[in-house]
């Protein structure tokens, strides 16, 4: 009943942080105590079993359905885990000089003012617009939900952000939580998982602002030949034809 009051509230004002930290805290405070339901239910229900007590099939069904036959790793395997996936995703990016890759020489300088200039509150708007729901959030607990609901104060402050991220060079949206699947072979083995990182959602909207502007520089500057339709939006297979 707290958890349904809290998302109540929080739903009417996404934008007031202590709601927020404290509807964060009822959910996990529940989540916390159905685990805890859990685990005790499935322990007395094993212990009956090895007792020798009358049998509940349905239970013991039920038993069997919850267990989980995925090997439990201790903590060296979890630094082990850490150890991999950081080093997978801390290698270095670089930079290119878009100026460097068009088709031929260009009579005038590319305008890099498409790539440089302000975001506008129009840019910010329209790539809010192609946001979808349901998606999960990284480490700062925004959703792409409470990103289409902010109100004109929230939409000032979130421009302000990538304005000054854009003129610093600085993106501060590095972390994501990752999630290791595991795939087959040995189980310890952190090769044998494949790593499901989910990002911040502000990152991901600020990132397809800048994707929409070198789609648009390199469409000006450098467009891919006629005969080149792979990945181009609205074409299809028999325009090859």
Not at 113 to 137: A, M, Q, R, V, Y
Request: hydrophobic residues 30%; contains cysteine; aromatic residues 10%.
């Amino acid at each position: 009943a707290v958890v349904s009051t809290q998302s109540g509230h929080y739903g009417r004002d996404h934008c007031n942080s202590a709601l927020r930290k404290e509807y964060f805290t009822q959910r996990n405070k529940h989540s916390n105590i159905v685990n805890k339901k859990r685990n005790a239910f499935l322990f007395n229900l094993n212990k009956a079993i090895e007792d020798g007590h009358v049998l509940d099939w349905k239970k013991f069904k039920r038993l069997k359905q919850e267990n989980d036959s995925s090997p439990l790793l201790d903590k060296f395997d979890l630094a082990s885990f850490h150890r991999f996936f950081s080093n997978l995703y801390s290698k270095p990016s670089h930079s290119l000089d878009l100026t460097q890759h068009t088709q031929k020489v260009q009579d005038t300088p590319p305008d890099l003012d498409i790539l440089n200039k302000p975001i506008t509150h129009l840019e910010l708007s329209k790539c809010i617009k192609k946001l979808k729901k349901g998606k999960s959030c990284s480490t700062d607990l925004i959703l792409n939900e409470m990103l289409q609901s902010m109100t004109p104060l929230c939409t000032k402050a979130v421009l302000k952000t990538f304005n000054h991220s854009l003129q610093s060079g600085l993106y501060p949206w590095h972390t994501s939580v990752i999630t290791p699947i595991y795939k087959s072979g040995n189980p310890f083995s952190p090769d044998n998982y494949r790593a499901i990182a989910v990002g911040s959602c502000l990152g991901k909207l600020f990132s397809s602002i800048l994707l929409d502007r070198m789609i648009e520089f390199k469409n000006a500057y450098c467009p891919d030949p006629k005969e080149q339709l792979g990945f181009s939006k609205g074409a299809q297979t028999n325009d090859h034809i």
